[in-house]
């Protein structure tokens, strides 16, 4: 198994895995914060929505550019539409991670190792950009998982 395999198949599984997570959650559980500028869960999913579309478009710039510049993708709370449902936040997130899926596995070999600079680490490669994005969801379902567990404690009180 190659890694832009194992990358893939990773970027593949976020979408089953976060609406594993989200299954149990009612409406006012996507809202509870643990603390007043804590994000809930539903601050996450949106999130996770929003962050998809400038990542593939770095992505896409890396593909067609030679050594593109590229910014930090900052969290920009204002994108986050809490007036939509969990399954709404759900469905625009995995809606764009098929894209970003699609635009990957049409990739040849060899543009996996396209150079970029990015603004924090410099000198990187799209492959790397990939495993970035992969550790992205990785540390914001562990943040759902975290925040569940807050809301099931914060429950039995």
């Known amino acids: 198994m190659t890694r832009r ?3 893939i198949e990773s970027l593949q599984s976020t979408p089953r895995d976060l609406a594993r997570l989200l299954r149990p959650i009612d409406a006012a559980g ?8 804590d994000w809930c869960i539903a601050d996450t999913v949106a999130h996770l929505g929003y962050c998809e579309a400038p990542y593939l478009a770095r992505l896409r710039r890396v593909v ?9 993708l900052p969290p920009d709370e204002r994108a986050h539409d809490l007036a939509r449902s969990l399954a709404e936040l759900l469905e625009v997130f995995v809606a764009r991670r098929v894209a970003t899926v699609a ?8 543009d996996w190792g396209r150079p970029l600079v990015h603004a924090s680490i410099g000198a990187t490669k799209l492959r790397d950009q990939v495993q970035e994005l992969v550790a992205h969801d990785n540390m914001h379902l562990e943040q759902i998982v975290a925040l569940r567990e807050q809301l099931e404690a914060a429950s039995q009180v």
């Open 30 to 37: 996507a809202l509870w914060r643990p603390a007043a500028d």
């Open 103 to 110: 635009f990957l596995a049409g990739l040849e070999q060899r």
């Open 5 to 7: 395999s194992v990358l």
């Open 64 to 72: 067609e550019q030679d050594n593109p510049f590229e910014p930090s």
